[in-house]
């Protein structure tokens, strides 16, 4: 493993300590598997997002997922993390299209918004005009 992997193994170990707990009563060796197969899921978890995620991906990620509780991690925690990745998009891509229409009516309220206010400063500057004196000039 990279100085990076060591030190994002570090930090999520921090931040759940029961991962250690689990590594700690097991050989050098299994315990560097165990670190591995942890790393490429923290690794994974940190460079991708939902709409990055490929379905050749996520069957690799859920691989991991099943090898991380096989090897001992506790199944909770892991299906926690494996819940970040299922990919839902129907979801995204409607979401998508909502925000789409919303700045389209934005667009459009804006422009309107435009013309009123065009309109009311005409309309402004003819009664300011009806109010002036009459000039020679």
């Known amino acids: 493993m990279d100085d990076a992997q060591v030190s994002m193994l570090a930090e999520a170990i921090t931040m759940y300590p029961h991962l250690w707990k689990v590594c700690e009563k097991f050989s050098k060796r299994f315990q560097g598997w165990m670190l591995k197969t942890l790393a490429d899921m923290l690794l994974f978890l940190r460079n991708e997002s939902p709409v990055s995620v490929t379905p050749q991906q996520e069957k690799k990620f859920h691989r991991l997922c099943d090898e991380a509780i096989q090897l001992g991690f506790d199944r909770s925690w892991v299906d926690r993390m494996r819940q970040r ?53």
């Open 85 to 137: 990745v299922i990919v839902k998009v129907p979801e995204v891509e409607h979401a998508l299209a909502r925000l789409d229409e919303l700045l389209k009516r934005h667009d459009q309220l804006t422009r309107e918004l435009h013309e009123i206010k065009s309109e009311a400063n005409n309309l402004n500057d003819f009664i300011a005009s009806q109010n002036k004196c009459f000039d020679f000039l």
